[in-house]
């Protein structure tokens, strides 16, 4: 009767240290790791739009995008009406160009 106590079952995760205040439970893990990939295209969205490094806060930095890109399209269209004007053979559809299918 002197054997040695049960061990406990094995369990069936990794073991993480988080830092003070982290959870480690596999939902946290994961949301961690969502915000962390949305945090790194953020910044990577950041440096594709001029000025737009200097912004602070998620909503403003994506108005910022946002109005850059409607910017490009309004050129696009404005280059296309005028390459349009110079060589009037040349069959260009804008809407083809502007319209993107959600």
């Not at 439970?25 to 737009?52: N, T, W, Y």
């Not at 403003?60 to 404005?78: A, T």
């Amino acid at each position: 009767e002197n054997s040695k106590p049960p061990e406990p079952p094995k369990q069936d995760y990794i073991h993480v240290r988080a830092r003070r205040g982290q959870a480690t439970d596999s939902h946290s893990l994961a949301e961690r790791v969502r915000r962390e990939k949305i945090s790194e295209r953020m910044k990577f969205l950041q440096d594709l739009v001029p000025g737009c490094s200097k912004v602070t806060g998620k909503a403003v930095m994506l108005d910022e995008i946002i109005n850059y890109v409607q910017s490009l399209q309004r050129q696009v269209e404005f280059l296309s009406m005028k390459l349009a004007a110079v060589n009037p053979r040349l069959d260009i559809n804008l809407d083809g160009l502007l319209t993107k299918e959600v």
